[in-house]
């Protein structure tokens, strides 16, 4: 089944490590995007990608970082920088000039 | 610059009844309009899409909305609240960019059905 992969479900990390959250698709979509998620606060997105080895800030990207290095993956990690990371992160996907976007089931990341 | 307003972030409607979930939208171009909805804990699923076709859209599990340009809304309805449908909703605007759209959402209204 085609779809979209995000890998772990919950993510628990203690303040001050950098972690990296998993995004993979097998759609064969162009471009892929990162959003965070808070309540009360809808999506923000965080960084997207249009193409392999390229990507660009989103609304939001401060502490954060991100590489497409294949067509099927993009990586979030989130560092030690970003003051406010407990949230629920969610990746999604979309084709070249389709304007919807298909979501992955969402990482939510505890730090403490 | 774009934007999407939902009014009311909780409605509480009653098993069988209508449900209506509002969205008014400001975009800068023609506006590509869209409604999610969120199970808990879950990613986000289309209900439906507007591309400048029909102003009327009809979704999947019996939502429609309509497009109206001259109230600026994008309001979401299902004549009969089925217990399933009690989830979080999201209305959003695409910039209509070139490889990558970027949606912006609204906050979000969370659905309640009741017996």
């Known amino acids: 089944d085609g779809g979209i992969t995000q890998s772990p479900k919950y993510l628990f990390r203690k303040e001050g490590q950098n972690v990296t959250l998993s995004c993979e698709q097998n759609l064969n979509h162009d471009a892929m995007y990162w959003y965070r998620q808070d309540p009360g606060q809808g999506l923000r997105l965080i960084y997207y990608s249009q193409i392999v080895n390229d990507f660009q800030k989103g609304d939001i990207a401060e502490g954060y970082s991100v590489s497409r290095e294949k067509k099927e993956s993009f990586p979030l990690t989130v560092t030690s920088a970003q003051k406010n990371p407990t949230a629920f992160y969610l990746c999604?996907?979309?084709?070249?000039?389709?304007?919807?976007?298909?979501f992955g089931p969402g990482t939510r990341l505890t730090v403490t | 610059a774009q934007s999407v307003t939902q009014l009311g972030s909780h409605v509480s409607v009653s098993e069988g009844a209508l449900v209506l979930l509002r969205c008014n939208y400001s975009s800068s171009v023609p506006p590509y309009l869209f409604w999610y909805v969120q199970y808990p804990n879950q990613g986000l699923q289309l209900l439906l899409k507007?591309?400048?076709?029909?102003?009327l859209v009809k979704g999947i599990n019996g939502f429609e909305a309509e497009f109206k340009k001259s109230e600026t809304s994008f309001h979401l309805t299902k004549p009969s609240a089925h217990m399933s449908d009690a989830a979080e909703y999201f209305c959003a605007v695409s910039d209509r960019g070139g490889t990558a759209s970027k949606l912006t959402f609204g906050t979000g209204t969370r659905l309640q059905v009741t017996l």
């Open positions: 999604a996907s979309s084709t070249a000039g389709s304007y919807e976007q298909y």
């Open positions: 507007y591309t400048s076709a029909a102003t």
